[in-house]
């Protein structure tokens, strides 16, 4: 089955400790990016990648990094989360991405104390 | 610059009665539109996608959308809801760039 799976689904962190969140898609797609989700701001971009070895910022990519080794996965990496990083987050992947529909993840709500 | 502004954050309506989200774009070169629906705990999906030619798009669940250049405005539509079409839609825009805008999102809550 064609999915992109992110894990963990639900984390709960304290202030300055680092995690990662993993996305991985099993359809060859070039393209991958990270997006926050929050109340009454829709879906912002974080980061995206075009590639392997070939990322970009987003529109808020402060406090993030990424990193694409392997084609299909695009792991988001917090270094010292804070209380803002509180979030909804989705992974989603794309052929190419230059118009094209993207194919999200469940998605993963982290709760920063 | 791409902007996207859905012009209702909530929208109540019956059971087996039209609805119709909007959605407003603002850009000045030619964009690909998107709707997509986001149920309960779920990533989104696509609904529907307007690249090029007719106006009017057809998607899934019998969504529909019509692309209006002139009023720079692709609207969704449905002629007759169900329970299950409770969700959040996001309409989102593209100049074929990497970074896609989404809107804030539009809650549809169907009333039996």
């Known amino acids: 089955e064609a999915q992109v799976t992110q894990n963990p689904r639900y984390l709960i962190t304290v202030t300055g400790k680092k995690l990662t969140v993993t996305c991985s898609q099993n359809m060859n797609h070039e393209y991958m990016s990270w997006y926050r989700q929050d109340p009454g701001l829709g879906l912002r971009q974080i980061y995206y990648s075009m590639n392997v070895e070939v990322t970009d910022k987003g529109d808020v990519p402060e406090g993030y990094k990424v990193s694409r080794k392997e084609k299909r996965n695009f792991p988001l990496i917090l270094e010292s989360p804070s209380p803002n990083q509180t979030s909804l987050y989705f992974c989603?992947?794309?052929?190419?991405?230059?118009?094209?529909?993207?194919?999200f993840g469940p998605g993963t709500r982290l709760l920063v104390l | 610059a791409q902007s996207v502004t859905q012009l209702d954050s909530q929208v109540p309506v019956f059971e087996e009665a039209p609805v119709e989200l909007r959605c407003n774009y603002s850009s000045s070169v030619s964009v690909y539109l998107f709707w997509y629906v986001q149920y309960p705990n779920q990533g989104l999906q696509l609904l529907l996608k307007y690249l090029s030619g007719s106006t009017l798009v057809k998607g899934i669940n019998g969504f529909e959308a019509e692309f209006n250049k002139s009023q720079t405005s692709f609207h969704l539509r449905k002629p007759s809801v169900h329970i299950s079409d409770t969700a959040e839609y996001f309409c989102?825009?593209?100049?074929?760039?990497?970074?896609?805008?989404f809107g804030r999102g539009t809650s549809l809550i169907v009333h039996p």
């Open positions: 989102a825009v593209s100049r074929g760039s990497y970074i896609p805008t």
């Open positions: 989603a992947s794309s052929y190419t991405g230059r118009g094209e529909t993207q194919y």
